[in-house]
């Protein structure tokens, strides 16, 4: 058993706030969006803004970059559900093909012409994207709960680690120069 006082790490700090990000930006959308309406394509972008908000925070504890690892939910503690792990991919595939990135076998889109004047050749380009959200309503309840299991769960953890070792919690992080 490796040690808490071993593995705290920033990516563990870092995650809480993602975490907490993706839980603020999926409460804005459920708090916002009545699922049996019918919306225009402004009030879908602003949910999909949530939406997309959250995708990008909850995935970015789980990604590789500038040298940090991916969070291990193992080392906090979290048990993750076969169903939370479909779940847990399917954001991560989200933001990494259609979110973070314009991947073109993902992209949806319809496009045409048309002549506004009969009188005149001139022709209009129209474009019609996928405005809906990603998830459904229940799927997103879904994403809510995980997120507050594993944003208690990262609590617990840093709460254990500052029992044992109260002088490697208390430091200053900052951008630098």
Not at 79 to 103: P, Q
Not at 136 to 165: G, M, P, T, W, Y
Request: glycine share 6%.
């Amino acid at each position: 058993m490796v040690e808490k006082s071993e593995v705290m790490t920033d990516r563990i700090i870092y995650s809480s706030w993602d975490f907490q990000q993706a839980l603020s930006a999926l409460t804005f959308l459920l708090e916002e969006c009545d699922f049996d309406r019918k919306y225009n394509s402004i009030d879908l972008r602003r949910f999909r803004c949530f939406e997309t908000a959250m995708i990008i925070s909850f995935s970015r504890p789980f990604k590789v970059g500038r040298g940090r690892k991916p969070l291990d939910l193992e080392v906090i503690g979290f048990e993750i559900s076969e169903a939370e792990i479909g779940l847990k991919d399917k954001i991560i595939h989200l933001r990494d093909k259609t979110v973070g990135h314009s991947d073109e076998a993902e992209m949806e889109f319809y496009i045409s012409s048309t002549k506004p004047f009969d009188d005149h050749g001139v022709r209009m380009p129209l474009e019609r994207f996928q405005e809906g959200l990603q998830f459904d309503e229940r799927e997103l309840r879904k994403i809510e709960s995980l997120l507050r299991r594993v944003i208690h769960a990262i609590a617990i953890f840093k709460f254990d680690f500052v029992q044992v070792n109260p002088d490697g919690f208390n430091r200053l992080k900052s951008k630098g120069p």
